[in-house]
């Protein structure tokens, strides 16, 4: 184990981050396609909210893009999150596995489903829920039964796992697909980072029952805001389509609503951008590999750290490079994000594991060592798609033209 130089460190990225004075964003949006003229489209038409013919267009482009039978156009990524885990069934008082290593919407949602958060660790390997600690976890804290899988502790029902594809990096869906119907939990995937990314072939958000897709402005594709749920089952499909415009029963001219239903849907406007962005998007993943082929080459020979690569049978987006250091220190992680900040790169740290959060400190989890291991030792490099042509410009340079 080698302590970095973390001046070696700087001097690496600088053969790949222009040093213009400007600051490189973390990860910043393209729009060098069809969002104008579709979005103008939507201003002649008078069409910009929701009603309108990009929404169906969007959904059909996901579908055929990720190869889910049904894709289900939505606001935001964290309002899919909370309609898959009422599709999948999850009730007041279920508990919710999910890694402590992710973004905070993925335990917000289990909260609007007033379930209760239970924390699992993630593999070194994959970044992603482990499945071979999860299953010898669940083994001796859980028991399966007529009601399903039971926490002994609490005696609460298990009702679903939702795991998350960690910047782009699959985590392992067959093993946990397996490992999910062998102890009666739903398989729920979190794949807002995951857009283009691929395991064994599959795209990620096909291996559950249903998968949240978010469009948020820092992801590989945006809409503004805006977010989907994917599903090969046509009545979760409709189920999914009824329960995020209100729950209108249709009819001509009568307000009819048959439960409490949300008012989730994507504008027409946000999908017309939507639309242009996905045309974009096999470009932007050729892109994201190549910048992360480049970090890969300027980081390989550099002691004490290395660049996360993509697990194996994974063909992944990259939408986020991240950083490892050696040494699991929070302090020379901070050391590094204060040089890197120096220079105008917006390096950042993962998001602070969610058992620290005050809302989420008393929810049951097992042991998370990598977790905690990943969070003292990540920093995320800027990643955009738009720094593959600052990387021609550095070969250019090195080549004298
Ligand atoms: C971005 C993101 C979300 C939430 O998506 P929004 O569109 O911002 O609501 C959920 N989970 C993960 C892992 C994310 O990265």
Request: hydrophobic share 40%; proline share 5%; net charge neutral.
């Amino acid at each position: 184990m080698s302590r970095p130089d973390l001046n070696a460190v700087v001097a690496a990225l600088r053969q790949v981050l222009p040093e213009s004075g400007r600051p490189v964003a973390l990860h910043e949006p393209a729009f060098g396609g069809n969002e104008w003229s579709y979005v103008k489209q939507c201003l002649d038409e008078g069409m910009v909210s929701s009603i309108g013919t990009f929404v169906d267009r969007f959904e059909r482009m996901l579908a055929d893009y990720t190869g889910a039978a049904h894709a289900v156009a939505v606001v935001n990524g964290t309002a899919a999150l909370h309609v898959c885990l009422r599709l999948v069934g999850v009730q007041e008082n279920d508990e919710v596995l999910l890694p402590a290593l992710t973004f905070v919407a993925t335990a917000n949602a289990v909260r609007y489903c007033n379930a209760a958060p239970h924390f699992v660790d993630s593999s070194e390997r994959t970044l992603g829920v482990d499945p071979v600690r999860l299953e010898a976890y669940l083994r001796e804290a859980a028991e399966t039964g007529p009601k399903g899988c039971v926490n002994r502790r609490t005696g609460r029902r298990i009702r679903a796992l939702v795991v998350m594809h960690t910047f782009g990096h699959p985590a392992e869906p067959d093993a946990l697909a397996d490992l999910c119907r062998r102890f009666g939990i739903e398989l729920v995937e979190d794949a807002a980072q995951s857009l283009g990314s691929r395991y064994r072939g599959r795209h990620t958000g096909t291996w559950g029952r249903v998968a949240a897709l978010s469009f948020n402005g820092n992801k590989i594709v945006t809409t503004g805001g805006g977010g989907a749920i994917l599903t090969s089952d046509a009545a979760l499909a409709a189920r999914a389509k009824h329960l995020t415009t209100t729950a209108k029963v249709p009819h001509r001219w009568a307000y009819a609503h048959d439960e409490v239903g949300f008012n989730y849907r994507l504008p027409n406007v946000n999908a017309a951008i939507g639309c242009a962005q996905i045309e974009q998007l096999p470009a932007f993943v050729e892109r994201k590999r190549s910048l992360a082929r480049h970090y890969q080459e300027v980081l390989c020979n550099v002691a004490g750290v290395r660049l996360f690569q993509e697990p194996p049978r994974a063909e992944s987006n990259y939408w986020l490079n991240a950083l490892i250091l050696d040494d699991a220190d929070m302090s020379r992680r901070d050391a590094l994000l204060e040089l890197t900040q120096d220079h105008r790169w917006l390096t950042r740290p993962v998001w602070t594991l969610l058992h620290r959060l005050p809302m989420y400190r008393d929810c049951p989890r097992m042991e998370l060592p990598v977790a905690e291991r990943l969070e003292a030792s990540i920093v995320n490099l800027p990643s955009s798609a738009s720094l593959r042509h600052a990387e021609a410009r550095a070969v250019n340079r090195h080549r004298g033209v």
